[in-house]
């Protein structure tokens, strides 16, 4: 079978099918195109039942643990990067002790600080995302003209518009149209989601009453430099790519915050739904367990082929090698393994820095947006660990005159108790209060919050007692910090370090910029603000060798500030007019290269504080067009 694919000359050759290459392959192959889809990670299974038993079986419930390849080996050991075939990052791999250590790490990093951020090999991409589907404010497109910072995109809010729509249909969005209008975001006349919004948690409710009991005041908001005094924070519900009601034949959210990794039930879209919508249009075939090193150009500057390596599962030793020659290329392959095959390609010297990369641009400016995650007990029930893991948020801090001066960000209101924050609750706590311990924090007095042992060790009656009154009361929120596009962030190609493959592991080295810091000032500030309105006792910690940790001085006080990572990987080919500035222009077209597309947030030339799917789906979907109607003849 592998002789005859590589014997066709397909209309599109697509490497990934996460959601920017299954959304291309799918509008591509209802347009009738020949395409074939190139997957470094396994095939889908025929349901999602051996997703869900690798993750019940899971020791450590992670974002990647549902998926392969494996996290740990047979020893309970992390496996070494060096021997799996299409590695990734995992949480598991991003500790103090490990972050830095190949054998543990897919990741090389140089630092200064770590890259947080994780990504999947399944095919469909990252399933394990939350589902979130936020637009971009029409200024996150502009802030260059508008705030005089970083530069502007090639494409306005207002040319996006009707492809944020194709995006929402295909994805199925619920949310209140008129809720969503702030920070100038507008829609066209009589639009409207496809699903109602799902409904605010109790929690949600607590801070929007806490936050906006009374008006808030000169001195109490001052520091957010909005241009206007702010005397209501309103709460919104936050976009979700998660039915509300029965849509296109899946199920309706039952609420039971395990959105990420995994809905068992599928109510929340991920991009196995498209690509197998993609495969049923008889014109995609998938060829998984297949790595993309090579991107071959020929004659005019034009690429005629890409090379490919197939491994088998158990092993991961490289089984067949492979090349396939189409009319048309979509590099589809995330922020990170994008960049690493373009630089891979040097097309024995021709492309010596690496194909579509006359600029010197692949591999620049990755951004995140470093999520700052704070936590703490509310005085009155809100009953947390129901609904999605977040239903609202606050968004209107967004954007603003303060961006000449320091970083936007997002607040996201958590439903899922303390569950992330203390390494797995609900276990944690109770086993806490079984055993006479206290990693939670909850089982000792203030003063002793940081000792290993607990106060109280219970059972019966009254540690359900106890637990219902902990649990009950749990709130935590993270703050989406906007990330500057910097040069020196950058993926380049480890000349130490190889995949199972052989190939080079990607390095990273990544930083915080001040404008970035400063944006941790202000969400610390805003925290403040957030919990004495709410009443909170911050529970907070910040490990003193958490290597993400930094300090600041803020109102007279030295304050310890933290980040992870929040999967929302951008930049890397940046998206511009200038061919000298930039990778791809406003359809993601290579400069260099005239049928070669570079699609997903790789193309981002600034980060904003939106979860970033949405926009790369919107983008795709434009893509997709664009190639429809283009013509291709040599
Ligand atoms: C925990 C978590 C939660 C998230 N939640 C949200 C959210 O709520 N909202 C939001 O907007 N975003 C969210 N994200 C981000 C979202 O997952 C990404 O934006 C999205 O997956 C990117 O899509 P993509 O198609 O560009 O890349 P991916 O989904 O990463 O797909 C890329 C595909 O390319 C394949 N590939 C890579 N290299 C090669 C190669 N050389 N050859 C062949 N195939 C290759 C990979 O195996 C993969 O299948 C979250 C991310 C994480 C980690
Ligand atoms: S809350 Fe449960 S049913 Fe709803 S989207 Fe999340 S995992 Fe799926």
């Known amino acids: 079978m592998a002789g005859e694919i590589d014997k066709i000359l397909w209309d599109v050759a697509i490497v990934g099918s996460g959601f920017a290459g299954a959304l291309i392959a799918n509008e591509l192959g209802k347009g009738r195109r020949r395409v074939i889809i190139v997957e470094a990670g396994e095939g889908i299974p025929p349901n999602i039942n051996k997703y869900m038993s690798r993750f019940y079986s899971a020791t450590a419930k992670v974002p990647e643990s549902p998926y392969t390849p494996e996290i740990f080996g047979r020893d309970r050991k992390l496996i070494d990067p060096a021997t799996v075939a299409a590695g990734r990052p995992t949480v598991v791999s991003l500790g103090a002790k490990n972050w830095r250590e190949p054998k543990e790490a897919y990741l090389i990093q140089t630092g200064p600080r770590p890259f947080g951020s994780t990504y999947d090999r399944v095919a469909g991409g990252t399933s394990h995302w939350l589902g979130t589907c936020l637009r971009f404010a029409p200024n ?67 801070v929007n009453e806490s936050l906006n009991k ?10 957010l430099g909005m241009g206007k005094p702010v005397t209501k924070i309103p709460v919104r519900g936050v976009p979700a790519a998660r039915n509300s009601a029965p849509y296109r034949n899946r199920r309706a959210c039952a609420g039971n915050t395990n959105c990420i990794p995994i809905c068992p039930i599928q109510a929340k879209y991920d991009p196995t739904i498209t690509l197998n919508d993609a495969r049923n249009t008889g014109s995609v075939t998938f060829k998984e367990r297949s790595v993309a090193y090579d991107i071959v150009v020929g004659a005019n500057d034009l690429v005629t082929e890409i090379k490919y390596k197939r491994y088998e599962t158990e092993t991961g030793k490289e089984t067949e090698r492979g090349s396939i020659k189409a009319k048309v290329f979509v590099i589809a392959a995330n922020t990170i393994e994008t960049p690493r095959l373009l630089l891979m390609s040097t097309n024995g010297g021709r492309t010596p820095r690496g194909v579509a990369n006359r600029s010197d641009m692949v591999g620049r400016n990755l951004m995140d947006h470093p999520y700052y995650v704070v936590w703490g007990l509310s005085p009155k029930k809100i009953y947390p660990y129901r609904g999605p893991l977040i239903t609202s948020g606050i968004g209107d801090l967004c954007d603003g005159p303060f961006r000449r001066e320091r970083a936007a960000f997002r607040v996201d209101i958590g439903n899922e108790g303390w569950n992330f924050v203390v390494g797995g609750d609900p276990n944690v706590t109770t086993l806490d209060f079984v055993n006479g311990l206290n990693k939670s924090g909850v089982n000792a007095p203030l003063e002793r919050r940081d000792s290993r042992l607990g106060d109280e060790e219970l059972f019966g009656k009254q540690l359900i007692d106890r637990l219902n009154e902990k649990f009950t009361r749990q709130f935590r929120c993270g703050f989406l910090i906007e990330q500057t596009p910097d040069r020196d962030n950058r993926v380049t190609l480890s000349s130490d370090h190889k995949d199972g493959l052989g190939l080079p592991r990607p390095q990273i080295s990544y930083n915080l910029s001040d404008y970035t810091r400063r944006g941790f000032v202000a969400a610390h500030r805003m925290k403040k603000l957030l919990f004495r309105k709410m009443g909170l006792d911050d529970f907070t910690k910040i490990d003193n060798d958490d290597p993400t940790r930094f300090e600041e001085e803020i109102d007279g006080e030295r304050v310890a500030l933290n980040y992870t990572g929040a999967g929302h990987i951008m930049g890397t080919c940046r998206m511009g007019d200038d061919p000298k500035q930039s990778v791809v222009d406003k359809f993601q077209r290579s400069h260099d290269h005239k049928n070669l597309y570079l699609v997903g947030s790789s193309t981002f030339p600034t980060g904003a504080t939106a979860n970033p799917t949405l926009t790369l789906a919107a983008l795709s979907l434009q893509t997709a067009r664009h190639i429809l109607d283009t013509d291709f003849r040599r």
Do not use: H
Request: charge should be negative.
């Open 214 to 223: 009374d008006p808030l005041t000169e001195v109490e908001t001052g520091f």
């Open 140 to 206: 996150d497109f502009k802030m260059k003209s508008q705030y005089g910072r970083f530069v502007d995109w090639p494409i306005k809010y207002k040319d996006l518009n009707v492809w944020y729509e194709e995006a929402e249909k295909e994805l199925g969005v619920s949310a209140d149209v008129d809720e969503q209008r702030y920070c100038d975001i507008e829609f066209s006349p009589g639009y409207n989601y496809q699903m109602p919004k799902i409904p605010n948690s109790t929690t949600d409710q607590y």
